[in-house]
């Protein structure tokens, strides 16, 4: 679960961190007035859950309030479009005034698992506010990377090697170690997958503060956090991606034409994989999983149906703990209430497989049957004419 800058910002100072004085505004009219009472330079911020916001205008620092309307009026209801929001962009509802910070120098930090060894990975950089993926494809030399065992945590020498390999002494050495230290246990606490700072500012007056922050909560601890999921937006959500979650699916809309339906995460991908081979491209992932009734089912069909993008549909599903007459009996419930309009081709082995087939047999629906993946994703490929 992602949050916004401004409430990653207000978790971590109640952690301790140093975090810009800032305002949030919803309305030109607050926002000027926000303004007003931070005084200037200030920084617009858009309030969208995507990177590279200040290369597409999404980022404006004023000196006066002239400037700042005019920054307010361009970037609040403005539709963002970074190289992660895709060509439809997000819309800005929510933007951040922040006060003016005096920088020497801008560092990168930042905590996330390393899923390899099952620890904690802390990410350095001399090269703060610029893309860390540029800068460790052009000089990875320049990024400090430090593993830490989250059943002993983090310790004296991790600090140390950071600060030092960013150059860091005396007061500054001490003050960036006790922020590394709050921004773990940040993290600890709150199971956050990601705690991005870039930039981590060093100001004028010797003073870290966190310029940006983007942060990731780990959805499946969110009923040991409950403000954090309180506090989540779900206007930027995909609107089919929101209606699965109120019937427990675990379904991610993509880009393609071809639908899918599969029990198994890696049923899943392999069939996403079938498809593409096939000359055809996956619209969504949908695991139904393997405790799916019909109603859950008919509704997965339902919202594989309600994107306009999908040209034709695949169900594979491997029967057992989900057995194959459930499956059709929902798929047939489902096709009958909306009104089949695409071709659909099934493809099912296991429990009740024979069952499954007869009650799709007898539904009156045309639906195409596959004996294997391959046939499967064959056919719908020709079927739809997108091969």
Do not use: W
């Not at 004023?62 to 920054?71: T, W």
């Not at 005034?97 to 801008?106: A, M, P, Q, R």
């Not at 995460?265 to 994989?273: C, I, K, N, S, V």
């Amino acid at each position: 679960m992602k949050l916004h800058e401004y409430q990653a910002k207000e978790l971590f100072g109640h952690a301790g961190l140093p975090v810009p004085m800032g305002k949030v505004a919803r309305t030109p009219d607050q926002a000027v007035q926000h303004a007003d009472a931070l005084g200037f330079p200030l920084a617009i911020k858009a309030q969208v859950h995507a990177g590279g916001r200040g290369k597409a205008g999404g980022i404006q620092v004023v000196a006066d309030m002239e400037e700042a309307k005019a920054a307010i009026d361009a970037i609040l209801g403005m539709t963002l479009q970074t190289a992660q929001t895709g060509t439809t962009g997000k819309k800005v509802s929510t933007i951040l005034l922040e006060k003016g910070v005096d920088i020497d120098h801008e560092y990168y930090l930042s905590i996330l698992p390393d899923r390899d060894t099952a620890a904690l990975m802390i990410i350095a950089s001399t090269e703060g506010g610029m893309n860390i993926e540029d800068v460790a494809d052009k000089t990875p030399e320049k990024i400090i990377r430090v593993r830490v065992n989250p059943l002993i945590g983090i310790q004296p020498y991790h600090l140390r090697r950071i600060a030092f390999g960013l150059g860091l002494s005396g007061e500054n050495f001490k003050s960036f170690c006790s922020v590394l230290a709050k921004l773990y246990k940040t993290v600890i606490d709150n199971d956050l997958l990601l705690a991005e700072i870039n930039p981590l500012a060093l100001t004028a007056e010797g003073d870290f503060i966190l310029l940006d922050a983007k942060v990731d909560v780990d959805s499946n601890s969110l009923f040991r956090h409950k403000e954090l999921a309180a506090s989540y937006d779900n206007s930027e959500d995909d609107p089919l991606e929101l209606e699965a979650r109120k019937y427990n699916l675990n379904y991610i809309r993509l880009s393609g034409n071809v639908g899918t339906m599969v029990n198994g995460a890696g049923l899943a991908m392999a069939t996403m994989d079938i498809i593409k081979q096939a000359g055809a491209e996956p619209a969504n992932f949908l695991d139904v999983g393997g405790g799916a009734n019909a109603e859950m089912i008919e509704n997965g069909f339902r919202i594989l149906l309600s994107d306009k993008d999908v040209q034709a549909i695949l169900i594979n599903i491997f029967g057992g703990i989900l057995r194959c007459d459930v499956l059709a009996t929902g798929v047939v419930q489902a096709a009958k209430k909306i009104g089949l309009t695409l071709p659909v081709v099934v493809r099912m082995e296991g429990t009740n497989v024979d069952e499954g087939r007869r009650i799709m047999a007898e539904s009156g629906l045309d639906l195409a049957t596959a004996v294997d993946l391959q046939d499967a994703a064959e056919k719908i490929s020709t079927i739809a004419g997108l091969a």
